[in-house]
């Protein structure tokens, strides 16, 4: 019975359809570049299929309902904007989605019923996982009269087709046999599906499909039954890996000096199954006696293996260095002996070597697959197998080597296979399944770079038609949102971002020749061959010339995505640097492409950026006035925030050169007699005495100069000049700081002279200037001042210091790490810059939330980082740092204190044992966070009402940008320096105790000698009372000292005699000033226990070391 009802099709089966009539051949596709369905008489018939077999298969399907889904399309198309239709837009969207899903379960159900005449079918295209679509509006492109025939993504109502008998032998209602010639009816058009005798202009040899009257008939044959289409199996047309599993590599096509070569891949990936290469990629075809036929194979079926790149076939032929030890050992005479005992070459054990051949019908290219395990020989191959390879017709087995096919390689990566008559259990394959998406990609990959070929093929020769630049644009723009991996929405495309990069599809681009492709069209117009160039750069401004200048604009776009983060194509596209410098200034985003490519790159930045390159940017600089010239430049300077000095001497070269003076925004301090107007003389003792001012020329050579606050205060009111005056100024003091980075002195000795610290803190100070622009002043403050000669960082813990050096008593005040009288000095000189730091931090922290205006943001960082230097550099004393560290606190913490609780932890009958209490705190803290993953609430005394910032998204700190997330990162450095500070402090003060307690005695004189005379006698310290007043350190409880005191052997009267000398409030005094906070030190834990909570991981493992360290 189920022989007989095989002869049947079914739906879920996999076919293919031969017209027969005026034109013979199967239907099939241009690729997944194209959506147009052709018929090539050429490429094959029934006895000899085509060689690409899976461009012609399709899968029967059910008939799918669409009419929530076309409402939602419409209804998409006409979408105006406003609330009302949005609502309605989702509803709609929900509706199609559901639709969706119920298609989904209805073909499930249907799976395997026998299809029978008059029914009503789809048939989905299975490598472009398209519909194949009529569409009744729109006349087929070649044959007016008839209707145009596609793919479609998702299939609409012209996807329906009636299968109706040809013959008069078969009825409506008869099942549909396998290999019936049938009339494929669409349910709306009435007219069949047709097969034209009209060639297609484009692809010699195709015909086009469309819908007309016609008496075309369609062949139905099987390639595979439902009930094979299994996910588990091995069948014929899955794409799979080879990986040897012995010497872990995967089995590879590659091209080797112009050759094709079959070999095992080296990598050097930690993990070799994570080298995924597209050229490592096998179709699997299981022989049948219909050639057309494929189906799931078993382990006494025979195979073969297609790469899917090339189209050619795995084969082994004879291997020339082959040795047959059986007959060496015949022909050798005695005189031999000795040399046949030398081992033989792993060369001459392989007797055929594997190699690729164009035909499919050559018995070379039959294998079978032997199991690891003991299976029944008419089982089904699973789908994840390990298995050995026959070479059929020379009966030996596919075994590995170590000889290297690219000997001239410093690293060579290509290991000849071949075969050997002898069956060896480590010769192992795994069979690794590839995704369908993948395989997906590569054929959009492999067609994409077909068509790019020949379109570089007519631009050289300068005859390339309008439809079909048309087609390459619109091409192009496809390969931006593959590459990028972003759904095409209608968006512009030359606006697309990625954020994060799909390695995969940006090796697609390499490894398919895309990439060589996209710089064949960017050079190609351009060549001259005798008769001038098609295309002159110098033309790319002309109007007619507008869909060429956007071509290669999306060329240009296309080679910035590819190489983002990935060193490889970093590496292949700065092979053709010449070609992209060469087209720098004429609007095509070369320029753009060159500083992303080299952004972060140092390696490729110091080899490829020479003088002519600085000069090309300051003359673009100079033709066109655009900051995004000043922002490439400074790129050039930097390569993961460290200065690259030899781009930052050669763009200071040219920058500060006085020629070009002109280019640059000169700033100056005026008196206000020189700037006000006379009326407001009056109101000189109100103001500051001086003002800056900025001068600068225009692209016209006119002198222009004006106060920046009134500059500020015009772009504010939208004034396009002042916005655009002060944005070229920004990026100006930008690109200043990036060339004084790292201290590159050429640059700070010529800007400092203009920028002077007072001048830099006048705008820094002003309120009237935008946040971005008083954020780059910060920035230069720090790298043209703060970070130069004399300033060195200082070392924040001592571990050695020398006897003499120890005080015997010490306080905070009397505690200074940093005795040096140069800094001193400097101290002077930017004392107000600290101000500023203290006062802007204050500010924020009285900000409901500190980090709400995203604007701000950029100067909040900055200002940071700032402070993150004067500390490292030692301007700040101890109680300056504790008092620093506080305010930074209250910028992190997520819980607003209106009262301080100092006094009343004091009250508290345990608040002697901070750490015990404090270690306590942050298990309740924890356990809060992770249970109720809600805001963290203080273990508060009962009369403390602390309240939660108002608007701080506490449970959601992803939605932080990273600019906040690097502040709160420079606020981890600035702790982690002032925890080893007060570490250095408690060093000190213990040693202090000792010292008080031993004296000066210890030491022996060093007149002394041994022999001659013994130590000055020591009285034994008291133990307890060093104990005692080192605990006053940590803990600096009243109740300690006297839990310590009363369990040492003093008398009443010590003991009182003792507490005389120092009161309780002595005690919180010293207690409360090496704290970190108020609260005994929970606002510190509760900091970084909410840090910790981040989705940053350098923030995360800064807070988790700052809590280590705190413990």
Request: charge should be neutral; glycine fraction near 4%; include cysteine.
């Amino acid at each position: 019975m189920s022989e007989h009802r095989s002869s049947f099709l079914h739906i879920g089966d996999i076919v293919s359809l031969y017209a027969e009539g005026a034109v013979n051949g199967f239907i099939s596709t241009l690729g997944l570049v194209d959506d147009r369905c052709v018929v090539q008489p050429d490429a094959g018939d029934l006895a000899s299929p085509p060689k690409k077999f899976r461009d012609c298969l399709f899968k029967v399907c059910p008939m799918n309902r669409y009419s929530a889904q076309k409402q939602f399309w419409k209804a998409k198309q006409g979408k105006q904007g406003n609330s009302t239709q949005d609502e309605l837009l989702k509803k709609l969207q929900h509706a199609a989605e559901l639709e969706q899903k119920q298609n989904e379960s209805e073909n499930k159900k249907l799976l395997g019923d026998v299809v029978k005449y008059s029914n009503v079918i789809q048939l989905l295209h299975i490598k472009s996982n398209k519909y194949l679509t009529v569409n009744k509006r729109l006349p087929a492109l070649l044959e007016k009269n008839a209707m145009r025939v596609s793919l479609d993504p998702a299939g609409n109502e012209g996807s329906w087709f009636y299968i109706q008998p040809f013959w008069k032998l078969r009825s409506e209602g008869d099942n549909v046999g396998v290999g019936d010639k049938v009339v494929l009816m669409p349910v709306n058009a009435g007219q069949p599906l047709h097969a034209s005798n009209i060639e297609l202009l484009d692809n010699p040899g195709c015909k086009e499909v469309n819908a007309v009257n016609c008496n075309t008939s369609w062949k139905v044959t099987l390639f595979m039954k439902f009930s094979d289409y299994r996910e588990d199996v091995l069948k014929g047309g899955d794409v799979v890996r080879l990986f040897h599993a012995e010497q872990e590599k995967f089995l590879t096509c590659d091209d080797y000096k112009k050759q094709q070569y079959i070999f095992l891949r080296t990598t050097l990936r930690q993990s070799a199954t994570s080298a995924t290469s597209s050229k490592a990629l096998w179709e699997v075809e299981v022989v049948h006696y219909d050639p057309c036929r494929g189906g799931a194979g078993q382990w006494n079926s025979l195979f073969r293996f297609k790469h899917l790149a090339t189209g050619n076939y795995l084969a082994a032929e004879v291997n020339p260095e082959y040795r047959d030890e059986n007959v060496d050992s015949k022909n050798m005479g005695e005189g031999d002996a000795v040399s046949s005992k030398k081992k033989p070459q792993a060369a001459e054990k392989v007797a055929y070597m594997l190699v690729s051949v164009p035909h499919g019908n050559d018995i070379a290219s039959l294998f079978e697959l032997d199991a690891t395990t003991l299976q029944r020989a008419d089982c089904l191959v699973p789908r994840n197998s390990y298995v050995r390879l026959r070479h059929l017709c020379t009966n030996t087995w596919v075994t590995s080597t170590n000889i290297p096919i690219d000997t001239k390689e410093e690293r060579p990566v290509m290991l000849k296979i071949g075969t050997c008559p002898t069956k060896e259990d480590k010769e192992a394959f795994a069979i690794v399944s590839v995704p369908l998406s993948e395989v997906r990609d590569l054929d959009f990959a492999n067609d994409a770079n077909k068509v790019l070929e020949s379109t570089v093929q007519k631009l050289q020769s300068g005859n390339i038609a309008q439809n079909e630049r048309r087609f390459v644009t619109k091409l192009l723009e496809d390969l931006i949102f593959f590459v990028t991996e972003v759904p095409n929405n209608g968006q512009e495309v030359l606006t697309v971002v990625v954020t994060k990069p799909n390695r995969e599809r940006q090796k697609l681009m390499r490894e398919q020749n895309i990439l060589a492709q996209i710089f064949g069209i960017l050079k190609a117009p351009f060549i001259d061959k005798g008769e001038g160039p098609m295309l002159k750069l110098k033309e790319l401004g002309d109007q007619r010339y507008a869909p060429f200048k956007y071509m290669l604009c999306l060329c240009y776009r296309i080679l910035r995505h590819s190489q983002q983060d990935y060193r490889k194509n970093q590496e292949y596209i700065a092979k053709k640097f010449s070609i992209m410098q060469s087209q720098i200034g004429y609007e095509i985003l070369a320029e753009d492409t060159i500083t992303a490519l080299l952004h972060n790159n140092r390696k490729l930045l110091e080899k490829h950026i020479t003088a002519n390159e600085i000069e090309t940017f300051v003359n673009l600089l100079r033709k066109n006035r655009e900051p995004r010239f000043l922002d490439y430049l400074s790129d050039l300077c930097v390569s993961n925030t460290t200065a690259i000095p030899v781009t930052q001497e050669l763009i200071c070269k040219f920058m500060l050169n006085p020629s070009n003076a002109d280019i640059l925004i000169q700033t100056k301090l005026i008196p206000h007699n020189d700037s006000l107007p006379e009326n407001l003389n009056l109101l000189q003792d109100e103001v500051d005495e001086e003002e800056v001012w900025v001068y600068w020329i225009d692209i016209d050579k006119e002198p222009h100069g004006k106060s920046i606050r009134h500059l500020a205060q015009d772009a504010k009111q939208n004034n396009k000049v002042a916005e655009d005056i002060l944005k070229y100024y920004r990026y100006q003091l930008n690109l200043f700081a990036k060339m004084c980075l790292d201290r590159q002195y050429l640059a700070i000795n010529q800007v400092s002279s203009q920028l002077s610290v007072d001048l830099i803190l006048r705008c820094m100070f002003d309120d009237s200037l935008p946040y971005n622009l008083r954020a780059s002043f910060c920035r230069l403050m720090l790298h043209m001042h703060v970070d130069r000669d004399p300033q060195e960082a200082v070392v924040p813990v001592r571990y050695a210091r020398l006897w003499t050096e120890i005080p015997t008593e010490i306080t905070i005040q009397q505690y200074e790490l940093f005795i040096d009288a140069s800094r001193d000095d400097m101290k002077k000189k930017f004392a107000q810059t600290m101000d500023f730091v203290d006062d802007y931090l204050k500010d924020v922290v009285s900000q409901p939330f500190p980090f709400g205006n995203k604007e701000k943001n950029e100067l909040t960082f900055e200002v940071v980082h700032l402070a993150r230097n004067l500390v490292y550099f030692g301007f700040y004393s101890f109680s300056e740092l504790l008092r620093l560290t506080r305010t930074l606190l209250a910028i992190l913490d997520i819980i607003l204190h209106p009262v301080s609780v100092m006094p009343k932890l004091s009250k508290c009958p345990e608040g002697g044992n901070n750490v015990i209490r404090t270690i306590h705190g942050v298990g309740e803290m924890m356990s809060q966070m992770v249970l109720s993953r809600g805001p963290i609430l203080p273990i508060s005394m009962p009369d403390s009402q602390p309240t939660l910032r108002q608007g701080k998204p506490v449970t959601h700190p992803d939605c932080e940008d990273v600019m906040v997330m690097d502040t709160k990162l420079k606020i981890i450095e600035i702790l982690q320096f002032i925890l080893s500070v007060r570490l250095d402090y408690r060093i000190t003060y213990l040693l202090s105790i000792y010292k008080k307690e031993f004296g000066d005695n210890c030491i022996p004189d060093s007149s002394y000698s041994v022999s001659d005379s013994q130590f000055p006698s020591v009285s034994d310290p008291d133990i307890n009372k060093i104990a005692a007043q080192a605990e006053t350190m940590f803990a600096g409880s009243f109740h300690v000292e006297m839990g310590m005191q009363s369990n040492s052997s003093k008398t009443p009267e010590e003991k009182e005699q003792i507490l005389s000398t120092r009161s309780k409030d002595d005690f919180f005094k010293e207690k409360s000033a090496v704290e970190l906070d108020d609260e005994g030190g929970r606002t510190f834990l509760r900091v970084l226990v909410h840090l910790i909570m981040h989705d940053y991981p350098p923030l995360v493992s800064g807070a988790l070391q700052l809590l280590f360290k705190h413990f």
